[in-house]
């Protein structure tokens, strides 16, 4: 039984047409702070399907909500749609290494992390890292 709030809360998160892009992800941010972790991920993905030019992040933000709603398969997904935007986004393939390693794949997740260190273009990214 989902609540009234839940539903409306994912009509306003971009399931109707009318809403713009951004709309959307600001209703996403909302959502993820709210700890809505899955309506988030699921109006992330409708934002970057309604905005081409920020997809990859979308994408990445997806990913981060599925982590942290335990949804990793998803995650993965979602963190690899980004890479394939944007294959020198650091933080992609961090998401992506996150998933991995959730979802028990370490040698995977290694890789990842290795990846993401040799596209990190500057120190503090890699300390990040």
């Known amino acids: 039984a989902m609540s009234a709030a839940t539903a409306t809360a994912g009509r306003d998160c971009g399931f109707?047409?009318?809403q713009t892009a951004e709309e959307v992800a600001q209703c996403a941010r909302a959502a993820y702070k709210r700890e809505e972790y899955a309506v988030a991920a699921r109006a992330f993905e409708q934002a970057a399907q309604l905005d081409?030019?920020?997809?990859?992040?979308m994408h990445c933000n997806a990913a981060a909500a599925h982590g942290a709603n335990g949804t990793h398969d998803l995650a993965l997904i979602q963190a690899d749609a980004a890479i394939a935007l944007d294959p020198c986004s650091v933080k992609a393939h961090y998401r992506r290494a996150l998933a991995l390693h959730a979802l028990g794949r370490y040698a995977d997740a290694i890789d990842a992390c290795d990846y993401a260190i040799q596209?990190?273009?500057?120190a503090s990214a890699k300390q990040q890292l």
């Open 16 to 18: 109707s047409t009318a």
């Open 119 to 122: 596209t990190a273009d500057t």
């Open 52 to 57: 081409p030019v920020k997809a990859a992040l």
